[in-house]
């Protein structure tokens, strides 16, 4: 039997995997590293701020925290003027921070899994994070070089913390979130999302390659089909929170070999208080047998190891494991 890390790679690269991938089983996150996530409010009824001063709050009733973008609280009042606005957080240098997240990994048996770093959020979504979604999204069409500029401070950022992270913990996965589109479409154009992101992930995860990371694994639970050649070329192996509005089986059709695919199991469908077993099963075996053994990771669409209603990624891993008993049986 292969380990998981062996069946991964079989699955994306080598062609013989002897069951199908289970969700994120193949990716051990050091959480205790993801300092770009500090302040982010986590728990239902908690208002925060993070290292960039975006002010977070988690309502009661939701299942995330969302920025606080009235004029009190947006980080960037004018996007010409970003500078006077915005500041990057301060790094931990003390060793006894990162001295969990060492640990961790270094008790990771890296036959078996990817000693995983973590970031988030993104460099698109710190653009909206700091001065809301319309704004961002004008500010492309209307300050283009104040935004190019706001991308790589962020960018910068960014790989300042690659450097420490990897000096620490040694990863040879990363996990990154940034979501680039709606259910239906991208937020931007293949052209403009060339322009603005392409050469910003490519510094991004080309340093990371560059310096021992084995895969990459980018999360976008949306529509992202029209970004995939861009993705290609950012250095993404594994599209992760690929949703069924993408057409999957197409995508893998097309890329598969170059990039591969990591959801079709829609969270907002799957994972909410009345789900039962039955749906479960039967969008499972839908997505394993429309998307076939290769290139296809069967998984939830949200960007983590988990499900906001109890039991239901669990279910999931049950009923993976079940098609893979129908389907790799000799």
């Not at 959480?31 to 290292?51: L, N, Y």
Request: aromatic share 14%; net charge negative; with cysteine.
């Amino acid at each position: 039997m292969l380990t998981k890390r062996q069946n991964l790679m079989e699955t994306i690269k080598y062609g013989k995997p002897d069951r199908f991938v289970k969700q994120y089983e193949f990716l051990n996150m050091i959480f205790e590293a993801a300092f770009p996530m500090t302040g982010i409010a986590m728990v239902p009824g908690q208002t925060s701020k993070d290292g960039w001063g975006v002010t977070w709050t988690f309502m009661e009733g939701q299942i995330g925290g969302f920025p606080v973008h009235d004029k009190e609280h947006i980080v960037i009042k004018d996007i010409a003027e970003w500078e006077k606005y915005v500041k990057k957080p301060v790094l931990p240098t003390d060793e006894q921070y990162w001295a969990p997240a060492v640990a961790h990994a270094s008790a990771i048996d890296r036959n078996e899994e990817f000693v995983t770093a973590m970031y988030a959020p993104g460099v698109f979504e710190m653009t909206h994070h700091m001065m809301g979604m319309e704004n961002a999204l004008m500010a492309f069409y209307e300050e283009p070089e104040a935004m190019h500029a706001l991308i790589d401070y962020i960018t910068g950022f960014e790989l300042e913390f690659a450097e420490m992270v990897i000096d620490r913990i040694h990863p040879d996965a990363l996990f990154h979130h940034d979501d680039w589109g709606s259910q239906i479409s991208s937020f931007l154009s293949p052209e403009m999302f060339a322009e603005f992101f392409v050469p910003a992930y490519k510094k991004i995860y080309g340093y990371y390659k560059d310096n021992g990371v084995e895969l990459v694994v980018h999360h976008s639970d949306s529509y992202a089909a029209n970004l995939i050649p861009a993705m290609i070329e950012m250095g993404i192996d594994i599209f992760q929170g690929v949703m069924n509005t993408n057409n999957i089986p197409e995508l893998i059709k097309n890329y598969g070999g170059q990039i591969s695919f990591m959801g079709g199991l829609h969270s907002g469908e799957l994972d909410f208080p009345d789900w039962t077993p039955e749906k479960i099963a039967k969008d499972v075996e839908r997505a394993c047998t429309e998307n076939g053994k290769l290139f296809y990771i069967p998984c939830i669409t949200h960007g983590g190891a988990m499900s906001h209603f109890q039991g239901v990624y669990e279910e999931i891993d049950k009923q993976i494991d079940r098609m893979s008993q129908e389907m790799f049986t000799e």
